[in-house]
């Protein structure tokens, strides 16, 4: 049995509860693993090495915030989950600038949906390869259903003109989340379609691979994509109902120059909140009972519970 295996398991379960999960990925999306030393990864991965039994060594956190639970590979650093709130803030104070043209809402929807093609794809279930062209496709899948929805949403409320311009003001900025949400559905699904027809792998309590399941493989990616629609839901929802009321303290009416960056603080804070709350509803090492699996696994161990990576 491979060591990789066995610390998958008893990841799973590590994070039974959905308390201990949340510290877990607080720990994972903790953007200080950006700047670990080659030096220090080398150690840890050695360590990692070394763990065949008992409980997970020192360190392992700050390594699964690099390396890929299944590949063993280092994620590229702006797709790393610790990545996806420092490099993601800046698209999302974007998103949510007002009065956005049709060449800027286009621009800022393609370029967070590109960032969430690649977090999708390098925190992939990767138990099996990935064609470039399922890569492409997600990826042309996505940036085309949220740019067509937000310009075409945009486009409504701009000939909505029974609505005050003040009402207008807020729906515009509330138009992202429909459009991001959506198309975060649209971008894991195409992402990782290949996972339904091929399967993923499935472990029993040892960590053993039992064999590939396509129903674990849907349970894995409809878990995923709702945690990519309540994951925008706080940050594109807080901060406009937020602005709203703070572009009219008298301290912004003098000062303009203080809204972008107070803005930006308002969307960092609700981003940093709402990433380790959306990740946590769901462990990453699930389970699925046997008995609802396909008959040639459920013949293959006695188990009654088995576990599989489900990607973040």
């Given at each position: 049995?491979?060591?990789?295996?066995?610390?998958?398991?008893?990841?799973?379960?590590?994070?039974?509860?959905?308390?201990?999960?949340?510290?877990?990925?607080?720990?994972?999306?903790?953007?200080?693993?950006?700047?670990?030393?080659?030096?220090r990864?080398?150690?840890?991965i050695?360590?990692?090495?070394?763990?065949?039994?008992?409980?997970?060594?020192?360190?392992?956190?700050?390594?699964?915030?690099?390396?890929?639970?299944?590949?063993?590979?280092?994620?590229?650093?702006?797709?790393?989950?610790?990545?996806?709130?420092?490099?993601?803030?800046?698209?999302?104070?974007?998103?949510?600038?007002?009065?956005q043209?049709?060449?800027?809402?286009?621009?800022?929807?393609?370029?967070?949906?590109?960032?969430?093609?690649?977090?999708?794809?390098?925190?992939?279930n990767?138990?099996?390869?990935?064609?470039?062209?399922?890569?492409?496709?997600?990826?042309?899948?996505?940036?085309?259903?949220?740019?067509?929805?937000?310009?075409?949403?945009?486009?409504?409320?701009?000939?909505?003109?029974?609505?005050?311009?003040?009402?207008?003001?807020?729906?515009?900025?509330?138009?992202?989340?429909?459009?991001?949400a959506?198309?975060?559905?649209?971008?894991?699904?195409?992402?990782?379609?290949?996972?339904?027809?091929?399967g993923?792998?499935?472990?029993?309590?040892?960590?053993?691979?039992?064999?590939?399941?396509?129903?674990?493989?849907?349970?894995?990616?409809?878990?995923?994509?709702?945690?990519?629609?309540?994951?925008?839901?706080?940050?594109?929802?807080?901060?406009?109902?937020?602005?709203?009321?703070?572009?009219?303290?008298?301290?912004l009416?003098?000062?303009?120059?203080?809204?972008?960056?107070?803005?930006?603080?308002?969307?960092?804070?609700?981003?940093?909140?709402?990433?380790?709350?959306?990740?946590?509803?769901?462990?990453?090492?699930?389970?699925?009972?046997?008995?609802?699996?396909?008959?040639?696994?459920?013949?293959a161990?006695?188990?009654?519970?088995?576990?599989?990576?489900?990607?973040?």
């Amino acid at each position: 049995m491979a060591s990789s295996s066995r610390i998958n398991y008893l990841l799973c379960l590590f994070q039974s509860s959905f308390f201990g999960r949340l510290k877990h990925f607080v720990e994972i999306i903790d953007p200080s693993t950006l700047f670990v030393s080659e030096r220090r990864l080398t150690e840890c991965i050695k360590l990692l090495d070394e763990f065949k039994h008992g409980t997970l060594p020192p360190g392992v956190s700050d390594l699964q915030a690099i390396i890929h639970p299944d590949t063993g590979e280092k994620i590229f650093m702006p797709f790393r989950m610790s990545g996806y709130v420092p490099f993601g803030t800046p698209i999302v104070v974007g998103l949510l600038l007002p009065n956005q043209t049709v060449v800027s809402t286009i621009f800022w929807q393609w370029l967070n949906q590109s960032h969430n093609a690649c977090v999708n794809y390098s925190n992939r279930n990767a138990t099996k390869p990935t064609p470039t062209s399922t890569f492409l496709q997600g990826y042309f899948g996505a940036v085309t259903s949220a740019v067509s929805l937000a310009v075409g949403l945009n486009v409504l409320i701009q000939k909505a003109n029974r609505l005050s311009p003040a009402t207008r003001m807020i729906i515009q900025r509330l138009i992202p989340f429909p459009a991001v949400a959506s198309a975060n559905i649209c971008n894991v699904g195409l992402m990782r379609h290949n996972e339904l027809s091929e399967g993923i792998d499935v472990l029993d309590e040892n960590g053993n691979i039992l064999g590939s399941s396509k129903i674990a493989a849907k349970h894995a990616i409809m878990e995923t994509a709702f945690t990519r629609v309540v994951l925008p839901m706080p940050i594109f929802v807080l901060p406009p109902i937020i602005m709203s009321y703070l572009e009219k303290l008298p301290l912004l009416q003098t000062n303009r120059r203080l809204l972008l960056p107070i803005h930006s603080l308002v969307c960092l804070a609700t981003f940093s909140l709402s990433l380790p709350l959306a990740i946590s509803l769901f462990p990453q090492m699930s389970q699925i009972e046997v008995s609802q699996l396909e008959p040639e696994i459920a013949m293959a161990t006695d188990c009654k519970v088995v576990t599989y990576n489900k990607g973040l």
